[in-house]
C-alpha cells in the first residue's frame, strides 16, 4: 500500500536519541579517568546520580505527570553523568540525591521537560548542592590510581584553590608562604591528564577534549560555543598576566584547571539552554568567558563557570530575540 | 573556484545510482493523457475535438494570455476523449486522451540529429517560436519561458545562469543531458543570450557532476559567451535564490524578481528545448526523466513523450514491490508524493521515485530541544523552529514580520530537525495564513 506524505520525503539520521547517546558516549573517557583517578568512590557517586536522575523523572513523568515515559532519549543520563562530573569523590550518596532532584524535578521537568528548562539542569544541582553542603562540596580527594578500593584516602587542594589562597594571604603573610603554595601547583602534563584535585569529571582536560572532539565529528555540537568560551579566558588571563607579571592569572593554569573545559565543551553548549543562531551562540560563549574570569578573579569562590553558565543561561531568551541570522535579501551589513 | 551560497545548507545523500546510465527511449504507451495545464498560469484553450487525427508536434491547446502555455500532441494517433481526469496527486485536470497510432511527426519538425550552431532569426522570431513551442521552466516551477526572457522596461540584464545543479537527491536527468546533449545546450544559452543581448551564460554545474562538468567546459571553449562555473555540492545549491547569490555575490531582495538583480535564470532542460524548439522546429512534447529509488528494481534514465502514464514507466523498471511505500514525482526533498499511477507525466515532471519505507520512515514528532540546526541549515536564514510555534499558535503578524513569505520550501528544516517536527509543514501553512489575512 502507498503512502501519501508532504515533503520532505527523506530525514536526517540525527534524531534526538542518537545525540543524546553520543553525548553520553563522549563523557565516557571524563568518566574512566574519573573512576581511574578516584576509585571506586568516583563509580558510586557516578552510578548513582545516573540512577537517581533516571529514577525522579521517571517517577515525575510517570506519577505526577501520568505521561509515556521520557527516560529512553538518554537525556536523564546526560544530566546524572554531568551532576555526577560536578562532584567531589567523596561526596555522600544521599547528597547526590537530593542534588539529582533538583537537577531533574526543578530544573528540567518543572519547566515542561527537555528542551523547554532555562537552565542547565546539571548545574542547577550543583550549585544547591555547593550552597546546601559547603564543607562537602569542597573536600577533593588526592587522586591515587593504586587505591581503587580508596583505603587511603588523602585530601588536596585544587589548583583554583592555591590560587585563591595566594589572592587571600598576599598581603597578609610572608613571601616564603607563598612560594610553598605555589610549590603545591600541579605541572601541565598533571593538569591536562587529570592527576589533580577537583570534581570528578572536571579533571581531565584530555579526556575532555576526547569527548568534545567525538561531539564534533558527530555533528553534535558546533565549535563556537567551546571555542569562544576558552578564547575569551585565554586572553583576558594572558592580558592580566602579560600586565601584572602575577602567577594568579597564568594563562594556560587557567584553561586546564576548574571546570572550564567540561563547562566549554559539555555544559555551555547544551541545545535547551544556549541560544540557537551562531552568532547569539558567540555572544553567550563570550559573555561565559567574561563572568568566568570576573569569578574567579575578583569573588569569594575559586571556581566560577557554573555560575558563569548559569548566569548566561538567564540571557538566553534576549540573546535569541536579538541575535538571529540575517534573512536573505533584506540588505547587507 | 568552486562557488557556493553562504546562508545554510544541508548534505543528504546523494543517492545518484543513474548517474552513468544514458538516456533510452522509453517507447510510446497505448494511450497518452494531456493535460491542458502543465505551467503556472491560466490553462490552454482546447483546439481538438474528439476523434480528430492528431501527429507528434500538432497543437492541441492554444496558449490563453500572456502566463499560459501552448500544449502539444507527443504522438501520432485519435483524440479518444477530452475529460476531466485525476493527476497524479488527485486533483481533476482536464486532459486530452490520444490513442496512439504510428509514429507520425509534423512535417516542420526536423528530426536528424545535426547540431545546428547558426542563429539565423531575430529576437522577435526566436521569442516567437519559444512561444509556440509551449516552453515553461522544467525545473520544476513550470513559469512560461517567454515571459521570463521578456526583459521588463528600465531592467537590464548582466547574467543568464543556466541551471545545472540537479541538487536533489536521486535525479540524473539533467546531468544525464548535459552529458548528452552538451553542445546542444551551449547552442540554446546562446539563443537566449542572444534574446537577452549579453554575452554572458554561466552554466552552473555542482561538483558531483565532474562527467558533464568536463564534457560542457570542452564545449564552451569552442563558444564565445558562454562558461562553465563549478558548484559545490550542497542542498538546495540549484534553488534561483541560492544559485543567484553563488555565481553572482548578489542577492534577490526580499519580494522581488531576479530580473531585479540583474539575472535570468534557466534549467538546463528548458535551455535545450529552447534549442530544439528554435533551431529544429520541435515543440516541447517529450522530457527526460529520472526513475529511480531504493525500491525500484532497474533504475533509468528515460526519454519520455509528455502525458506518458507513470505506470508505463515504473513496469519498464521492474514495477512497484510489497515494499515500496511511496511513489514520488519530483525529488525527494521537495517532490510530491503519487496517488494515482495512471497519471501522465507532464512538463514539469523530472523523476518517478519508488521508495521504501526505510527510505521514507518519519518518527514521531517529539519536543523542541533547542539544538537550532534549522537555523543553521535554512538557506534563507529563517528561524523555522519559531515559525512552527507562530504557526501553531496562529500568530499571523508574528509569522510575516519573521519573513516566513521568503520561504522556498526547500524542506531543509524538516529534512535536519532531529525531534522530526514537521517544520516544512508549519511554514508552508504560515504562509496559506498570512495570505489569507492579506485577503481579509
Redesign the interface.
Known sequence: M???????????P???K??MRDVVIALMPAAVVAVFFFGLNALTVILTSVAACVMWEYLFVHYLLKQKSTIN?YSAIITGMLLAFNLPATMPLWMVLIGAFMAIVVAKMAFG????NIFNPALVGRVFLFISFPVQMTMWMKPNWHDFFNTDVQTAATTLGILKHLDASSSATSLTHEVEAVHDIPNYLQMFVGYTGGSLGEVSALALLVGGAYLLLRRVI?WHVPFYYLATMLILTSAMWLLTDDVRYEPLTHLLSGGLMLGAIFMATD??T?????KG?IIFAIGCGLLTFIIRFYSAYPEGVSFAILIMNAFVPLIDKFY?????????K | MIKTFSIGGIHPDKHKITAHNPIIDAGLPEYVYIPIKQHIGTPAKILVKQGDKVKVGTLLADSDGIVSADIHSSVSGEVVKIDNIPDAFGYDEKMIVIKVEGDEFEASIDTSSDIVKDIPFSVDEIIQKIRESGIVGMGGAGFPTPVKTTIPEGKKVDFLIVNGIECEPWLTADDRLMIEKAEEIVVGAKILNKILGIQNAIVAIDENKPEAIEVVRNITRRYVGVNVCECQTKYPQGGEKQLISAITGREVPSGKLPIDVGCVVQNVGTVFAVYEAVLKNKPLFERIVTVSGDDCAQPQNFRVRLGTPASFLIDKCGGLTQKTAEVIFGGPMMGHTVINLQAPITKLTSGVLLLSEKETHRPDMMDCIRCGKCVDACPIGLRPFLIGVYTRNNMIDELKDIHTMDCIECGSCAYICPARIPLLDYCKLGKIEIRKKQKG
Open positions: 502507498l503512502k501519501v506524505a508532504t515533503a520532505p520525503h527523506m530525514f536526517s540525527l534524531d534526538t542518537r545525540l532519549n521537560g527537555l528542551g523547554k558546533t541545545y535547551a544556549s541560544p540557537m543562531s551562531v551562540k538571529y541570522p540575517r534573512v536573505y535579501g533584506t540588505g547587507r
